[in-house]
Structures are given as structure tokens and as C-alpha cells.
């Protein structure tokens, strides 16, 4: 049997009361999540292990089947593979988005205005030409999100999330050492505080150099937001993963589909093939069609897929209800739907898996480490007694509540 999961990143959300008290997943028209609940089984998934923040980079790591005290190394490395940079043993990488600050010293967004790669580029090689060095470089990824090495640098370092900060000053979340590892000595590489400090004397240096930008210069003009800071966070060395088909032998092949870096780099670390598609931008307006067929086009050839689409936590940041509403029936009218329909009239039969990596509410604009819902079908497959997929019916599944691993070690059971 072949598996796919749909992964939407941040779907899961609280109830809003301009939705008449319903979360989104709720409030919006699902019919084929419905479907797939009332034909399968559900239930909900710890997605963070204790002790971790709840990033994609974790929950997906997680949902994957892999063991986070093993493997996780930070977002940066992930990122690192997905962009083709072969990282040195001795390199400390970082994913550095480019952010929008107020003038007041607020942060306005995690993403520079939506900062596009076409625009970004420019700003990456900006960077590198006033404040990059044999330590310290930077490497171009996608829209605002993008890659920092720092040759010798520590990994045991407090960064700020930018998205999990809307609103708050900038300042007081600069980089700071561990609490009793100030001055933590690994061989070749700085003291934490070292790396800290260099860190901060970068973010504070690409304030003049980003304001001097032709990009900035014109979008001033405008009154448009302004992509006007670094912000590095997540870093981490080089991991140490098995592939999927190490850890799973029912998977002989598989594939990521995804427009995020953070999550192709997982999907290469797992042994997949990692399928870009035109026009998939990790917004609102990605390319669902073309996702699709290619997820469809990979699941005739290989065993496992992973479909991830972003846009649903990027309405989240945004605190924008709703298209968050309208991302979650985009995801279910233009992919869950057309896989299905397809799908189910192969021969050889399809697991699908339907599941959010974390909640990130409209109202809180930031990620949440609870249980999230899913759902499991695939033909002959014993329903459970919920009707309908959302937060609060999945409570009642026939799965309980799996924690981490056990969610794709019950996918490769069936």
C-alpha cells in the first residue's frame, strides 16, 4: 500500500468569536477532510516533544518519525540542505530571515513585506559585500528566507523566532548564551558568548546597510514595509538522520513536495526526492494545481509522498481569519479532494493522511505545541465514530492521542 501525507502547516487554530465561536478548520467548507474522517479514523498527535519550541522544524521532523534528542539540530541546517550548501563539520548555520521593524523599534512582520526572492537577492549579496568575511556568510534560499554560516560559531545560543515576536521590540530579543554555557569551549569553534556577539554586532550592523538598499529606498518612498534587519535564529551543526527507508523498510522511494526550504531539507536528510513545482510560493496564492500533480505524478512511481503546504501558517502570522479560512478550503477543494477522487481508482490502494504540524491562532499570530487532529483512511480501513475533521470532533477518534513517532509507526503498520 502506498502512503501520502497532506500536510497543512498551521491549520489548527482556537475558536474566534467573529466566527461564531467555530476555530477555522471549522468555520471553513471541508467536504473531503469530512469525508476522509467519516470514512476513516481520527484522532490527535503531540507534535513537539517537552522541552522544544514548537517550530515546523520539530513538528515535522517528528511527524516523520524521527526521534528530536537524536536528530534535531536547528531550522538552519535543514534549510542548508534544501538550498544545496554542503555544510563543514566546523560551520554553525542559521536561518536568517530578512524582517520588517517599525521606526518605534516594534517588529511589524517576520517576513520583510513579503519579501520575494528576486528582491531578496540583491539584499543576500548586499550583505555579503559590507559585512560577510572568511567567518561569516550568507546564502540566498527563498523569499525572506534565507541562510547564515558562521565558520566556528557555537549552536548553544538563545534566538528569538522572529514570527513568534509580532509587535513586541526587537531589542530586548537580541542573541544571547545559554544560561551556564557562557563560556562553553568546543574544540574549533567560539565560546557561545563569542557567537552571540557577533551575531548581535551583525543584526545591528544590517540596520545601515539594508537602509541603503535600492529595494528599501523605493519601497520608502511608497510607504510599503521595508525589509530592514536580519534576523538569524534556529542554528544548529551538521545532523546525523537515517533515511526513511533505513528506519521503514515498507518504503522503498518516496518524495516531498513543498515550496518551503526548511521543508525540503528534511525530505533530502529523509532519503526523498525533493519535487519543486512552478509557481509554489508558500502563500496564499501557491500553485495548489500543480502541487497536486506532481504529488500524484510521485505517489504512481514511488511508496510514500509528502505533500506540505504552508499557506494556512502564514494567514496565521499574519493574524488574518479570513484567509485563513480560505487557505484551509483551498487545501481541501484543490488538492485533498482531486487526490482522492484519483487515487481511489487505482488498483494498488493509497493511505492518506490529513494533518496540521501545529496550531498557529489567528489571535496569538504564533505557533502552539498542542495535540493536533488527524485523520487516517485508506480502503478497508475500521471507521471510528467521528463525522467530521476539526480540533474538537478528533477528540473523540478511535486513535486517541499518539505522541510523535507513533504517528508514522501506525502508517507503517497498515
Known sequence: MKTIIILGDGMADNPI?????????????TPYMDLLAKKGRTGRLVTVPEGYMPGSE????????????????????????????????????????????R?????????????????????IDLLNEKLGSDKVKWVCGIQYRHLLIIKGGSKHIVCAPPHDHPNEQWCPLLVKPEEGKEDLKEEGRMTPQVTADLLNDLILKSVDVLANAPLNIERKKKGAD???????????????????????????????????????GIGKYAGLDVVKVKGATGLWDTNYEGKTQAALDSLRTK??????????DEAGHDGDVELK?????????????????????????VQIAVLPDHYTPVELRVHVG?????????????????????????????????????????LMKQ
Not at 103 to 123: C, F, M, V
Request: charge should be negative; glycine fraction near 10%.
Open 103 to 123: 521606526e518605534d523599534g516594534t517588529i511589524k512582520t517576520h517576513n520583510g513585506g513579503n519579501l520575494q526572492t528576486e528582491e531578496a537577492r540583491p539584499l
Open 226 to 264: 521595508l525589509a530592514n534587519i536580519i534576523w538569524p535564529w534556529s542554528g544548529g551543526y551538521r545532523p546525523a538522520m537515517q533515511t526513511l527507508m533505513e528506519q521503514f523498510p515498507q518504503i522503498k522511494s518516496g518524495a516531498v513536495v513543498s515550496a518551503v526550504d526548511l521543508i525540503q
Open 370 to 410: 498542542e495535540p493536533v487532529p488527524f485523520i487516517i483512511y485508506y480502503p478497508g480501513i475500521e471507521p471510528d465514530e467521528v463525522k467530521a475533521y476539526d480540533e474538537f470532533t478528533c477528540v473523540g477518534g478511535g486513535y486517541g492521542v499518539l505522541r510523535l513517532r507513533e504517528f508514522m509507526q501506525t
Open 303 to 312: 511508496d510514500f509522498v509528502f505533500l506540505h503546504v504552508e499557506a494556512s
Open 58 to 101: 520539530v513538528a515535522n521532523t517528528a511527524i516523520l518519525g524521527y526521534d528530536l534528542d537524536k536528530v534535531y539540530e536547528g531550522r538552519g541546517p535543514l534549510e542548508a540542505a534544501s538550498i544545496g550548501y554542503d555544510m563543514d563539520s566546523k560551520d554553525l548555520a542559521l536561518r536568517c530571515n530578512i524582517i520588517c521593524v
Open 17 to 29: 468569536e467573529r466566527l461564531g465561536g467555530k476555530t477555522p478548520l471549522q468555520y471553513a467548507k
Open 325 to 349: 479560512v480560505k487557505t484551509i478550503e483551498n487545501l481541501d477543494k484543490r488538492m485533498i479532494g482531486p487526490i482522492y477522487e484519483e487515487v481511489s481508482k487505482w488498483e494498488e490502494p
